[in-house]
RNA sequence: GCCGCUAUCGUCCAGGGGACUAGGACGCCGCCCUCUCAUGGCGGAAACCCGGGUUCGAAUCCCGGUAGCGGUACCA
């Protein structure tokens, strides 16, 4: 088995091109057959090296390999050029100055009983001669079989007047040279599949990779956003990029785009890539669009999170924020986060200092707040060591001599030494901070007002 | 408009003629645990798009409608 990735690279690659990417790349695996990646890069306005780039960074970062390419589509036109004139020369392709509103024209007359036939003229861009008789079925792994009766279809344009080829063009002449066997993509390249096969057929019928085989299909579900329309840069977090930045990580964003459009069969949600590889099928791939639910994806990478050995979760919280020294931090706050994101906003003050959350202090910093932090002082200044244990007890024995409830003590203390009310453990967070930065930032916050 | 694809809880995925009182996960609601936030445990609400047909029997097969989406570029 042969596949192949074949993002165009006119902008960032969009999560529904990662799950593309993730499929094909699944399939090989599974298979032990090979990906290629190929840059369809036929689009001279939009493609850039940069978001050439951009997508080769994306498929790194989720730890996707391929075993042939990058292959540049662009790099390929001598090849395309011929086959080209093969088809002109067997009058399989025609040059037409027909334009999209003589075409348009033609259809306001004609409507679906005939598709548009171009007459052969000297110079123009080259239309693909579609036979009038005649249906095109492409055998879909996932759908089936669709048949689309060549009246509906107009003559396809497949090289520009310069020459250059077009997508449709190109892809068929790529897919086969290259021996694809499978070509899995979105759905929204069924409705050009006919127009591929048929070039397919044309380019094989004057000779070209004859003896190649034809690749079967598979037309995998489009990915919506949250409001069921298509995928867009609206939707937040769209490209692969956003979902990094935002502190997702990787293998968490491959089990939750493995889920979209496919399921292991046995409700099994949690899957370690391996497990995917193992499990994944076209057969039991959906037919149906899904919504990209970055709700359910934040749940998946929080349990990714915990999951990972603390000194692992250190080391990208580390990468993630540009800090160092920040284990035993990341001890205390790993089951209380979601995403690598998470982290500073629990965390950071432990380590910046307080931050400032007026409505914590009017809480919890009154005279009753005030007097018991004034207790937790002394007894802090006591203890015998300063470990978590330590740390709770001395609390423990201010709780008791207050008469007072636990939170009572320990919300003053947590807006105290964090400035808010949301923090890791408040014995660990004080254990951390050590004795005497814990007395400081008390003293601190007693001396405020 | 035309061509095509799709249709099960709010969302994702199961179930593909009788095992369905339709299952799991996220989310939501309630309870428990609890120093905040989380985590964890227990429980709950929540769906077969509509109409015909086939069949002893339809969520499941067929047809139609409707809706959503895609394509209809000298974009990919």
New binding site residues.
Partial sequence: MRVRF???P?GALHIGGARTALFNWLLARHEGGELVLRI????????TPENVEQILDALRWLDLDWDEGPIL?TARSQRHGEALQALLEAGRAYH?????ED??AY?AIH??DRGFRGEPQAE??VRLRVPDDGATVVH?V????????HV???D??I????G?????F??AIDDLDAGITHVVR???????TPKQVLVLEAVRAVGFGADAPLPEYA?L??L?G?D???LSKRHGAASVQELRDAGYLPEAVRNYLA????????????LSTQELIDRFTLE??????????E??????N??YI?SLPTDELTRRIEAFTGREGLERAVRI?Q????TLADFWP?AGSLFDGPTDDPKARERWLGEEGRAALLDVAAALEQTRGFDEASV?EALGTVIERRGA???E???PL?VAITGG?????????VALLGREETARRIARALARR
Avoid: C, M
Wanted: proline share 6%; net charge positive.
């Fill in positions: 074949a993002p165009s006119t369809e890069d036929t689009d001279r306005e939009r493609s589509q037409s100055n027909a334009t999209a075409v348009k259809k409507g679906a123009g861009a879909d996932i759908r089936g079989e669709t048949r689309f009766e509906h279809l107009d396809p344009v090289a520009r007047g310069d250059s080829v077009l997508y449709n190109a892809v979105g759905e929204d390249h069924l409705s050009n037309h579900p489009l919506h949250p069921g329309k298509k889920l979209l459009g496919w399921g292991a069969g046995d409700d099994a949600t949690v039991r791939v959906s037919r149906n669009p899904a919504r990209f639910d709700v359910k994806l934040k749940w998946l929080g349990v915990r706050s089951e209380k986060i979601h629990l709770e409830k636990p939170r003590v320990y919300q947590r009310t949301i923090s890791p453990g408040i014995f660990e967070s």
